[in-house]
């Protein structure tokens, strides 16, 4: 966000951001912040429907981020992009998150499964994968293996203050989600669905206080199971066991080649595509 606070301009031109945006930045106790979640948010919303191909050429104001009443986000394309989008039936969903003096922002497109709306929609269950007699339980990915990993700290890690990095810690949830998959047996080398982080809420509780040579350990267990996603709860703690930091992180699985997401169970952890055979990879 640096970069943002010294173009200060952007908060009085349409050249990147539209007058809506401007003026819900404006309203907020750091414009440039807001900035940068919304700048996020429309870089990954052109790196979504790029993996689409055919969309119409577009610039960062026909992507409109907006705020729900309760201030969730959500983006409105406009103009060409909007009925290009309408026609291909998608919907959006995105989630922007601020650590430090980092933004960044998580989409996921939706395609619907009937009318021509750009509305929010139910997504059509993968039916190849939830009918017959060996069809998965809705809750399948609960009795999944909790993990705990260590994680080496390292100098850079820690800020000025001889305080762990706020930064730091979503990449310690991210090393924490890995070891977990690894101990539960997925591949994710092979498996045709990834999983996409959509949304993530993390509580610093405690600092970490200078250790170079320290470690923390990294606790993940499945907290929640949708049709369409899972939460992990992930815990930070020091050496001595003291909880720092608090993590929900929720996750969708996305098919690597069609971009779609996919019913999220035990299933489609494993990289069993839909209408594999039983065992398949």
Known sequence: MPELRAKRHLLDNGLLFTGGERAHCRSKPDPFASLGGLFAAKEAFTKAVSSFGGAPAHTFP?????????????????????????????????????????????????????????????????????RGSDAVSTADLLDLLEHRCEVALRANDFDWAGHLN????????????????????????????????????????????WDPVGTVSVHTRVASQSPYSFTLAQDVARADGTTVAKGLVKLSLVDRDTQRIHRADRRSLFGVRAGAEDGAA
Not at 100 to 127: K, Y
Not at 179 to 203: C, F, M, P, T
């Open 166 to 209: 706020n930064s730091v810690y979503p990449q310690l949830l991210e090393t924490g989600r890995w070891e977990w998959g690894r101990a539960n047996g997925v591949d994710v080398q092979k498996s045709q669905l990834i999983a996409v982080v959509v949304q993530l809420h993390l509580d610093y509780l405690i600092p970490v206080l």
């Open 62 to 130: 026909d992507i409109e981020v907006v705020h729900g009443p309760a201030g969730q986000p959500g983006i409105r394309p406009r103009g060409a992009l909007g009925r290009w989008c309408a026609e291909q039936r998608l919907s959006v969903e995105l989630s922007i998150s601020h650590t430090g003096d980092l933004a960044g922002a998580v989409v996921v497109l939706l395609v619907q499964d009937g009318g021509g709306t750009a509305a929010p929609v139910r997504i059509e269950p993968n039916l190849a994968e939830t």
